[in-house]
T-cell receptor, first 112, second 114 residues
Framework: GDSVTQMEGPVTLSEEAFLTINCTYTATGYPSLFWYVQYPGEGLQLLLKATKADDKGSNKGFEATYRKETTSFHLEKGSVQVSDSAVYFCALSENTGNQFYFGTGTSLTVIP | DGGITQSPKYLFRKEGQNVTLSCEQNLNHDAMYWYRQDPGQGLRLIYYSQIVNDFQKGDIAEGYSVSREKKESFPLTVTSAQKNPTAFYLC?????????????FGQGTRLTVV
């Protein structure tokens, strides 16, 4: 079945450091891929998405590229800020069936 | 503004009581979902619905029940049969038209058994 595996946390970085959170997936078809962010006590917010191979999703300085050959969708940001401290979830959805599969989340703390 | 609203934000339940969590959306989405989130864990699917008057069990449906009488509403009842109900509950919705239709989430309800 479909599944998402993402890098275990927690991750602690200094402000302005480079961020990578790894995400790999298993899917039977051709899924869409997503990164969500969750701030403490809140729901999940969509950060970025990609719908097909080689697409790059980007938002607020975050980027991720849909790599079909390595079944990956790693999240990157060149210079993190304290306000980026949150939990990040990688997810996929098959284009039929409308089910979503989430990774276990990676907690990021950015220190000044 | 369009969105998805969960209420209440905090809920306390006594042992043996049923409680109902509300979820309403005005996004005109066909699909709605309930997830449970425990500390340090990912999201686990409880129930989902793709059309009014129809819903399917997710991975952890035991001890929960839902209804979908209106497109906009998908309430979740946590019954006394749920042995460990203390958790953060998230409702989500999505369109089923076209690809890359992301899920939109509510702000969550934190349920505590006292």
């Amino acid at each position: 079945g479909d599944s998402v595996t993402q890098m275990e946390g927690p991750v602690t970085l200094s402000e302005e450091a480079f961020l990578t959170i790894n995400c790999t997936y298993t899917a039977t078809g051709y899924p869409s891929l997503f990164w969500y962010v969750q701030y403490p006590g809140e729901g999940l917010q969509l950060l970025l998405k990609a719908t097909k191979a080689d697409d790059k999703g980007s938002n607020k300085g975050f980027e991720a590229t849909y790599r079909k050959e390595t079944t990956s969708f790693h999240l990157e940001k060149g210079s993190v800020q304290v306000s980026d401290s949150a939990v990040y979830f990688c997810a996929l959805s098959e284009n039929t069936g409308n089910q979503f599969y989430f990774g276990t989340g990676t907690s990021l703390t950015v220190i000044p | 503004d369009g969105g998805i609203t969960q209420s209440p934000k905090y809920l306390f339940r006594k042992e043996g009581q049923n409680v109902t969590l509300s979820c309403e959306q005005n996004l005109n989405h066909d699909a709605m979902y309930w997830y449970r989130q425990d500390p340090g864990q990912g999201l686990r699917l409880i129930y989902y619905s793709q059309i009014v008057n129809d819903f399917q069990k997710g991975d952890i449906a035991e001890g929960y029940s839902v209804s979908r009488e209106k497109k906009e509403s998908f309430p979740l009842t946590v019954t006394s049969a749920q042995k460990n109900p203390t958790a953060f509950y998230l409702c989500a919705s999505s369109s089923i038209q076209g690809a890359a239709t992301e899920a939109f989430f509510g702000q969550g309800t934190r349920l505590t058994v006292v």
